[in-house]
């Protein structure tokens, strides 16, 4: 959702915050560190679902540890900007699970992906064989993560000081 109506104050951001550190947490456990009971609690969690700003519980592997530890960042220049093909190119990207992200971007090039593969071997067949295969594809270059220095999956949200509209 682009524009949620719901509006966060700030017992809604000390859940998010929450939830963003440990997703695992118990509704009561969660209630005692944001300072309410639990039923009201769990009536904000649904509220923050139904508005959007929580889109899903996950969990985080560890990429090297699963055997996946190549992170290839792609830049990728289309042949044309075409609605059709810019349609063809994301709706492509989407059913690859090595893109792990895809950006449309401004700038020098049209796209951003960060694709995940086990070793270059099969970074090598991703590329030849999908990325290189579609029709709307010009120009690709890629740089390789060598060290991930910081990774983070909460948002800021000690930026949020006033509510949201």
């Known amino acids: ?5 719901y509006l966060l104050d ?3 951001i000390g859940i998010l915050a929450e939830l963003q550190s440990n997703a695992r947490l118990s509704i009561t456990e969660l209630a005692d560190r944001v300072a309410l009971t639990p039923t009201p609690c769990g009536r904000r969690v649904r509220l ?3 508005a959007g700003y929580i889109g899903a519980y ?3 592997l560890d990429q090297r540890a699963i055997g996946l530890p190549v992170n290839a960042f792609v830049e ?3 042949t044309r900007e075409g609605q059709e093909e810019v349609r063809g190119f994301e709706s492509s990207v989407r059913n690859y ?4 992200e895809c950006w449309a ?3 020098g090039y049209d796209y951003l992906l960060r694709v995940v593969t086990a070793d270059l071997q099969s970074y090598n067949r991703f590329m ?3 990325l290189l295969s579609l029709p709307s594809v010009g120009q690709v270059e890629t740089g390789f993560g060598l060290e991930r220095v910081l990774a983070r999956t909460a948002l800021p949200l000690d930026q949020l000081k006033r509510p949201i509209s």
């Open 76 to 78: 990728v220049r289309l």
């Open 105 to 107: 971007m401004s700038g």
């Open 58 to 60: 996950v969990t985080l």
């Open 1 to 5: 959702m682009n524009h949620p109506k």
């Open 128 to 130: 030849r064989d999908k």
């Open 10 to 12: 700030s017992i809604d």
């Open 48 to 50: 923050l679902e139904q």
């Open 97 to 100: 699970a090595e893109v792990m």
